[in-house]
């Protein structure tokens, strides 16, 4: 009996679920190993100021995006005034804007003779405006630019809680007497909470995985320290131990966002009742200011950054000229086609496995390796690295050359990280398929292989479409990983940008940020009514 | 070995790990037969359906079909390799496609065989006429229902099996599709097991009825002895046929009950004279008869349209149930006092 279940699925599902596990062994079992120097540098000096500085940087980023999330998601819930279903879906373009080409911008705009400058001088005639134009950098303009760019997870994931709140429990508030205030504050709020918590906590998530906004803004953070550990110093064993204390609080995260998560789903009322209802229409001051603050969120979190971006590629076009878009929209479909196969194929033979042996273990198996996304790309880059170096002592042939440096290797990251979405994409998916489908298949004599591809796939081809754009989105924006594990001379959108950025020629990476962006926003675009639906 | 169309013998079927519908036994002697089983919810008849089907293992028993073993402990043909339809409760077709399209699903099965009804006579049949170009999400329960079970004949199988087929059809068009139905399957002769709670289902669509109580199957037999000769208290109970009085047999064809006095009767099963025993009374044995020296009390009276079903109490705390045709000239109220023809007689005396 058990032997006969240790089939192709248990195999496949085991290999995924490995391959998203040794990463993070590597990083802790390095952590037992014996500390260099150099590690004990740092613990003596800077280690407290890159935990400090990143726990600066996470509450910063989590009140900020509190505001902004659940600010427009309360305005466009609950509030009728011109243009809220265009807002609706605008506030949303801000995933296509990556914090750290947010950060191109914020600099571009604010430095010496920067845009602010420029306009100011065409306003009121050249003057010394440099000294009154503030500095938007450092441990600040990090905040400011992750917070633009992460608000959308608590925006969305709000929206959809305050969407699915019935008009029910606000009538029976104000019929308790409660004011339009104390409603908000005692009902509307706390029955959100669980959604708020799940969005900020991918908020933290993403914060603490930044790499390429504090790198720019030289803010010595923990995933910064970790870069730098390895590629300053060639130590690989301290970039892990840093990764040890990073992987800590992620794990913390981690644990919060799914205990959150599965209480939400207490929040979600069946069929019925939260259609109903009635947004309030808004007028005078209280129109003014809902709407400024929608089309001012609006404008700082996406037309900003692409204004700026656009008025840098017009002001400086040589730069358009010696980018060769062609090859950079090459590699990057090239990484996305190669990873969405890979990843959907899995995702299709994890979930088809789990399905059809019923196994608690194998259903275990998966939800463990759907978990990389809760890991840093840093993170997962370094400890790649640790492992293939580490396992190239075994084998002969060009096991690390294979690995590192070479399309497939990133391709194989890349699954570790986004392996989630598509798995889970694919699980729910599969959640609407009942089980008596398959079986009423099975009876009208299809085999199993037919059940699936005469019944499965063309039921989940949306569901597959869907992620691949999901998965399109990250690839994009993706910088560490791509920046680590790269073959030479390989580039995207996003390493070409950053790499003109570090090398302080912003006016270089206006072009690919803004193509960065462009892409990103239709593929967004074209993902709006999910992204939108209750998800 | 016997020729039976389908055998099930001494098969127990897991419906969880606690719940067990153990040693059950029965085949069905032709093809073209009705099988219905009958229970309450959750006994496992659906698993007793899906186990059939090939959806479920069996540890014990064989299950024989046309002569071939099809399950048992180390043996397992695999749904699709069996030509058994199942058709679903709840809702199962497959939500991508239309209505027709479902059904075309079934006709890929068995094309060469032939069938009297095409697709087209059997939407007709099945009132599915209107929903044809629908998909699953618009159509009601009930008509998934119907379209799930024309896919299923559709398919031809060696065996059909309806998992309660008319539970989310309203009365009327129940009744038509019971008739029906019945008619399809008379006209093709498909061999089928229709599970349902519905006892007065199961008894007209039936050639022969197995009750499942307690975890076993009580009694497998045809509808009329299920109705008059129940070989348990169980089945009693559940079919919610009568009350039980004590009694006393007092001779080959007598019984004495304290206040009802001498009953007369045939013994369905032959009784010790002088031992103590339970009678069945059922609402059809008693008659009305207002002259009658035998009075009891009205606590209740249920119009069922063609008749009344007086609800009587005895000194004893029994509450016995009395037919009386509902043309009948005068009703009686409740607290009045109700007479019973004497001396009692009863076609069919069942005791325990």
Redesign the interface.
Known sequence: MKIKQINLWYISSFFISLLVALPILTVFLSFFETTTDYFFLLKNTFLLQYISNSILLLFGVLLLSFLFGVGAAYCVSFYDFPGVNFFKWALILSFAVPAYIYAYALTAFFENYGTAFSILTYLFGPNEYNSIIPKVDGLFGSIVSISFSLFGYVYVLTRASFYYQSQNLIDVGRNLGLSPKKTLLKIILPSARPAIVVGLSLVAMETLSDFGTVSFFSVSTLTTAIYNAWIAFDDLASANQLSFILLLFILFLFFIENFSRKRAKYHTPSKGGFDTRIKIKLSGYKLFYTVSFCGLLFFCSFLFPVLQMLYWVLKFPKYLQDLNILNLVFNTLLLVVLSCILMIIFSFVANYGCRITKSKFLEILTTFSVSGYAIPGVILAVAFITLVSYLDNFIFFNFKTMFIGSIFGLVVVYFVRFFALSANGIKSGYLKINHSIDESAYLLGYSKFKTFSKIHIPYLKNSVLLISILIAIEIIKELPITLILRPFNFETFATIAYIYASQDLLEAAAAPSLFLILIASIFILLVSRYILSDK | MSNSFLEIKDVTFAVSKLNKVNNVTFDMVKEGEIICLLGPSGIGKTTVL?TI???EKIQSGKIILKGKVISSSNFHL?????????S?Q???????YSVIDNIK??S???KDKKFIYSTNDLINLLHLEDIKKKYPHEISAGEAQRV?LA??LI?K?DLLLLDEPFSNIDQSLKEELQKKIKEIINEIKISTIIVTHDSYEAFYMGNKCGIILDQSLKQFDIPYNIYHYPNSIEIVNFLNRGVLIDALVTGEMTLQNEELGIIMGNFVKKQKIGSSVKLLIQPEDLSHDDKSSLRLEVVDRKFRGTNFIYILKTNSNKFIPVLVDSHHAHQHRIKDKFGIRKPIHIDHLVCF
Request: hydrophobic share 30%; net charge positive; proline share 10%.
């Open positions: 899906r089907a090939g959806l695999e749904p699709e390799k069996r030509n058994i339809a199942l679903f709840e809702n199962s077709l497959f939500p991508h699903f079934g890929e099965r068995n799930s896919r299923s398919s199988p």
